[in-house]
């Protein structure tokens, strides 16, 4: 009976379904104003080429979760700029301090974002910039400590402009 | 023609992390866009940037497509003496600015 269906279920797929449906249509909508003829996407990063990106910077070493923060606002409107801050907890001494922080995201179509160097005349550990979003999706920052260790951080963010837009807007 | 906006105290006391920021003019095309007629644009973006004290290397940055048009960046630095920072950004088809800004240290 559709009575002891639980609500979550009722109410929570139409709803991603209309979502989906309404960015779809602005998607071809808008694609159909600007570009008569949208060429396929562009191959797009994966949480496996992230991976493999990450690894690429830290080799075997193991990540451990702390001492980052990432600041990224939760919910964006705007994909093309977005305003992303990365802090480290650390002294930044000449003994011990943070040498890099890089920058990853699972859907872009690249899975580096940056990577920025940093040493111990920086006297605090923290960098902004901005950034663009493709999608929804996960950005993971991993600071490079001067003791070798690797530390992270990770946020989930909503993107609600941008992915259809990038393909077709100059 | 390229423009970058640089903001660094122009006084500073010995010790103090004093807070850089940059900002330059650039379109940061990624390579995955098309244009009006359907064809993708070539990648055309910055990839380096770096801020030297005294000559010294303080602050550097490697840049992908992902960075926003016009690539902004905020850093610290500790003011040791006074001098000249300078900011270089290169990047595709030899793309090549310089800024410097001066800081008297007390």
Request: hydrophobic share 45%; net charge negative; proline share 7%.
């Amino acid at each position: 009976m559709t009575g002891e269906v639980p609500m979550s279920e009722q109410s929570g797929m139409p709803q991603a379904t209309r979502r989906q449906f309404l960015v779809d249509a602005a998607c071809v909508a808008g694609g159909l104003v600007l570009v008569p003829v949208v060429a396929a996407g562009p191959a797009r990063a994966t949480p496996a080429t992230m991976r493999t990106a990450m690894k690429n910077v830290v080799g075997e070493a193991t990540v451990r979760k702390g001492k980052v923060t990432i600041d990224l606002p939760p919910l964006i409107e705007n994909g093309n700029t977005v305003s992303l801050t990365v802090a480290v907890d650390s002294p930044m001494t000449a003994a011990d301090h943070v040498k890099a922080v890089h920058v990853f995201n699972e859907k872009n179509p690249q899975p580096n974002v940056v990577s920025i160097h940093l040493g111990p005349r920086a006297g605090k550990a923290s960098v902004a910039t901005r950034i663009r979003l493709a999608d929804s999706q996960k950005v993971v920052a991993i600071a490079e400590m001067s003791d070798g260790s690797f530390w992270s951080d990770e946020a989930e963010v909503v993107v609600t402009l941008a992915a259809c837009l990038e393909g077709s807007v100059p | 023609m390229t423009r970058a906006l640089i903001n660094v105290p122009p006084k500073a006391k010995r010790g103090e992390v004093i807070e850089i920021k940059t900002l330059i003019s650039h379109e940061m095309e990624p390579g995955y866009r098309a244009d009006s007629t359907g064809v993708l644009k070539p990648r055309d973006i910055i990839t380096d940037f770096v801020c030297k004290y005294n000559g010294e290397e303080i602050f550097r940055a490697e840049l992908f497509p992902a960075i926003a048009a016009n690539p902004f960046f905020v850093f610290s630095t500790v003011a040791t003496e006074s001098g000249k920072l300078t900011f270089e950004w290169t990047g595709d088809n030899g793309f090549s600015a310089t800024e410097s800004a001066d800081i008297t240290v007390e």
